[in-house]
């Protein structure tokens, strides 16, 4: 049952990736504008925002990360990205 599990994951990820490798005439990349802000812990236990100015972000149209890109589906969903320090 494993093993099924398994091969049926290496299948999908093996024709998404196949999908964004040999596009045909689509674009398998997109962008999305993020808008990070770092959340900066003071010693009186606060936390301090400071906000950056909007970045373009290049994802990839599939269903897994390819070539270091996350997919748009997920970009889309975290466009606020808190950096902790």
């Keep these: ?3 099924v599990a398994v091969l049926i994951v ?8 196949l999908s964004v ?3 045909g005439t689509r674009d398998p990349f997109g962008t ?5 802000y770092y959340a900066v812990r003071k010693k009186n236990k606060q ?12 994802c990839v149209h599939s ?18 990205e808190r950096i902790d320090m």
Aim: glycine share 4%; proline share 10%.
């Design 63 to 80: 269903l897994f990360p390819h070539f270091g890109d996350r997919p748009c589906w997920y970009a889309e969903r975290k466009k606020r």
């Design 10 to 17: 290496a299948a999908a990820y093996a024709g998404d990736f």
């Design 1 to 3: 049952m494993l093993l």
């Design 47 to 58: 936390t301090e925002f400071m906000f950056l100015d909007p970045q373009t972000e290049v």
């Design 32 to 36: 999305v504008q993020t808008k990070p």
């Design 21 to 23: 490798k040999f596009p």
